[in-house]
């Protein structure tokens, strides 16, 4: 498949997984290596795990921030990024909550599964909190314990969240990068775009149930295909 016009498009989303971080050195939930696979997922992310042992379940969100903190932004995020400072008009939709592509730049990001830089106090809301370790595990007004402001298994999405993805409706290309499809409602998503008409196109080195959906599919990995299909000449 060769380069994407892409100055014919009005509104593009990118939907992104864990494979788009992967070259960054984040690693993907899925798979040989992947995080379910050395943590079960019952013991650091639901609600329950979090009321029975909250300060296992933070120190675990600690050693994934940790990680993250020493991986950057691979090209890939970048070449995203860089559309939109064109003027284009990009929509980012990730699953990822390491924040890694805010940290390349771009400024029109949904993230369906929150973040590993936010906390949550049921009482007082949500606050920020950005290094390896989190600043306090309980909230300094009423002393509650601070839950990772993510969605876990279980969760319901945000749904300020929710109604902001309905922009994945009015977009006419929908690339899809590095998820495997398996997570609702985020899985829906391919299918929603491919109805409302939207040119739709998957990046990932590995086919998976969903793929069907797809005009097109790119077996590479994100760091060589998006370069190809939207970086510079
Ligand atoms: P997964 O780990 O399920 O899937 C990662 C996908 O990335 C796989 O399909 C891989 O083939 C693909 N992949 C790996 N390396 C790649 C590369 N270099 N370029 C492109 N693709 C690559 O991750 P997600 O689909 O993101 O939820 O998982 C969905 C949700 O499940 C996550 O958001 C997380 C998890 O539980 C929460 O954190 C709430």
């Known amino acids: 498949m060769g380069r994407i016009n892409y100055g014919e498009y009005e509104h593009i989303v990118f939907f992104t997984g864990a494979g788009m971080s992967a070259e960054s050195g984040v690693p993907t939930y899925r798979g040989r290596d992947g995080i379910w696979n050395q943590y079960r997922w019952e013991e650091y992310a639901c609600q329950n795990a979090f009321d029975a042992d909250p300060e296992k379940v933070l120190k675990f969100h600690e050693l994934r921030r940790g990680t993250v903190l020493t991986c950057t932004p691979y090209p890939v995020h970048e070449t995203i990024a860089a559309l939109e400072k064109k003027g284009q008009v990009i929509t980012v939709v990730t699953q990822n909550i390491d924040g890694m592509h805010q940290r390349a730049g771009s400024m029109q990001v949904i993230e369906l599964h929150g973040s590993l830089w936010r906390v949550r106090c049921p009482r007082h809301g949500i606050s ?101 299909l939207f970086g510079e000449e």
């Open 128 to 228: 920020e909190d950005m290094n390896s370790t989190y600043s306090r595990y309980r909230c300094d007004k009423c002393g509650e314990w601070l839950r990772p402001d993510i969605i876990w298994f279980g969760d319901s999405l945000n749904q300020r969240v929710t109604a902001e993805a309905a922009v994945i409706r009015r977009c006419d290309l929908f690339v899809s990068i590095g998820t495997s499809g398996v997570v609702y409602p985020a899985a829906r998503f391919p299918r929603i775009a491919r109805e409302n008409n939207a040119r739709c196109i998957e990046i990932n080195p590995e086919a998976n149930e969903m793929s069907f959906l797809y005009d097109e599919t790119i077996r590479e990995k994100a760091g060589t295909a998006l370069p190809e």
